[in-house]
């Protein structure tokens, strides 16, 4: 599968050469001016981009290189996840100041990490100075039958992979100046994009999903707003981490767990033998006015949380 | 074709609405955790990436907000003609510090120019804060015989598109205080990607391109390492601008013309009437080792130059 292109002389590609060496199998076809990708006969194309900024999104003095590489990496593939797509290929653009340059093929060695664990090879990208590290990963997959967010019907059950709150608690004891517990750190530094859940889940029926990655409620609402339902969520039995109440954890962001809505029970108790992870019932989808209305031991709780970058 | 979802809350997704209202029919399908695109049937997908930084790539006081849009999107749609492929779609990162909040919709109009002036919807992105603007762009296409740079084979004829060293001419001009002249400044603001005129290339045999970012004669070192052959380059007839010598104008980037390889003759004159741009031959193909022999009045220039971010 190895289909490379040796590239000329300069500062810019020598870099590039030493990316494909550290990347080795986790990449493919880099160095043309555009990478070629076969997409399989009757799947749909499935395309997502995200970025993240030095400082916005991550902080060198909470996570290692490597670390970071992993979870800009793992938060876009997560995006594959929510469609239930197959992963494909990976690019990865990244702007890098003189301060980074030394660290950088350790941070490489995190989006290689991730690339591996999903079989999306890295295909392409580009390599700019700047005054700013930026991390902007586009991921390609294909899909048969995608998971939108536009699914939802009411009288669909609501379920959530995973524990909540792990990313915040992490957060708030970082910005405190203490130190997260290593179980709440791990889910910063090492997020795992729910691929192989997604699909279980949409071989079952499930016709709606979104990656947490704003906050459940947040993320909630994006999916009653494509829908055109109410959601109805009941956070008595959300699965939390860090000590945090269920409507705590319930505006975590970073979570890259999956909501998803389907009109049939799902057998929760074998998706957890399957995957080692909570498969919760948090709810029921509603007709009526786009909205989420969450409760919590039967009080109502305020919408939204979560983080806004323009906020 | 329109097929956008409508978002929840927030002051990030307030921003999207904005864009997609932009946008109109320069966008579709925004709004899902990841974009649906159709590949056609017995087509490759072609999937570049390439990002610009503020201060790096353009700056503001030289160019409109909305002349730095069509230039980021015409540099990455370059990419998808220098592999002569048919333009599907585009998904568009913003990194935005708070000084460039109030210009982003302007420079979101000079994006939805470059997708509407090539047919590339754009399906998609991310938008995050930053302390500096970061664009970065994923463009898509799709093509049955996608033009290479490892496919240059001995024998082969060398052809330039348009006229070069405008970028330099102008960058110079405005780097020494003063004001390029039109013709040279319109290079840098309007570069115009080379879809039609790569298509009838590689119609009429050419089966090997690059398009000219970091200057002619680097660019031909990376056909010359891909194809493992020798470019004899004869740098008299390039057609210049901005009063450059050819020698000169070789070095300049950002061009955004293509180089390209053809086992026969090109008929330049029906080119030239087709496009209204020169289409030059430049040079041969020959056996022997990796390496670009560029000439100038019979003597040898010296290789390499343009920009390179990390020398």
Redesign the interface.
């Known amino acids: 599968m190895r289909d490379d292109?040796?590239?000329?002389?300069?500062?810019?590609f020598?870099?590039v050469r030493a990316l494909e060496e550290r990347w080795g199998d986790a990449a493919h076809g880099i160095?043309?001016?555009?990478?070629?990708?076969?997409?399989p006969?009757g799947h749909?194309?499935?395309?997502?981009?995200?970025?993240?900024?030095d400082?916005?999104?991550f902080r060198r003095d909470w996570l290692t290189p490597r670390e970071i590489g992993w979870r800009v990496a793992a938060a876009a593939l997560s995006?594959?996840a929510?469609?239930a797509?197959d992963p494909l290929?990976m690019?990865?653009?990244l702007?890098i100041p003189d301060a980074w340059?030394g660290d950088i093929l350790d941070l490489a060695d995190g989006l290689a990490d991730a690339a591996r664990a999903t079989a999306a090879h890295i295909?392409?990208?580009?390599?700019?100075?700047?005054?700013?590290l930026?991390i902007?990963i586009?991921?390609?997959?294909a899909?048969v039958n995608?998971l939108?967010?536009?699914g939802a019907r009411p009288g669909d059950l609501l379920y959530v992979t995973g524990r909540f709150g792990g990313p915040l608690a992490a957060f708030t004891a970082w910005q405190g100046g203490g130190r997260p517990s290593p179980a709440d750190r791990d889910r910063v530094a090492h997020p795992v994009p729910r691929m192989r859940e997604s699909r279980w889940l949409a071989e079952r029926g499930a016709h709606a999903?979104?990656?947490v990655s704003?906050g459940l409620l947040?993320?909630a609402?994006?999916i009653?707003?494509?829908s055109?339902v109410r959601l109805a969520i009941a956070l008595d039995h959300l699965p939390t981490l860090g000590g945090l109440s269920p409507d705590t954890a319930a505006r975590s962001g970073d979570e890259y767990e999956l909501l998803v809505a389907s009109p049939r029970d799902i057998d929760t108790a074998g998706f957890e033998r399957r995957f080692e992870l909570p498969l919760t019932a948090i709810g029921r989808v509603e007709a009526g006015d786009?909205d989420v209305v969450a409760t919590l031991h039967g009080a109502r709780v305020a919408p939204?949380g979560g983080f806004?970058?323009?906020?």
Chains 1, 2 share one sequence.
């Not at 292109?5 to 810019?12: R, S």
């Not at 749909?44 to 900024?53: C, G, H, K, N, P």
């Open positions: 292109i040796t590239l000329g002389p300069g500062k810019e020598d870099l160095g043309d001016d555009a990478a070629l990708i076969d997409v006969a749909q194309l499935v395309v997502s981009a995200d970025s993240a900024v400082g916005v999104h995006d594959l929510a469609m797509a290929a690019l990865v653009s702007s340059l295909v392409g990208g580009d390599l700019t100075g700047a005054r700013e930026c902007a586009t991921v390609l997959g899909a995608p939108r967010r536009n999903a979104i990656d704003d947040s993320d609402a994006h009653a707003a494509a055109h786009a939204g806004d970058h323009f906020s």
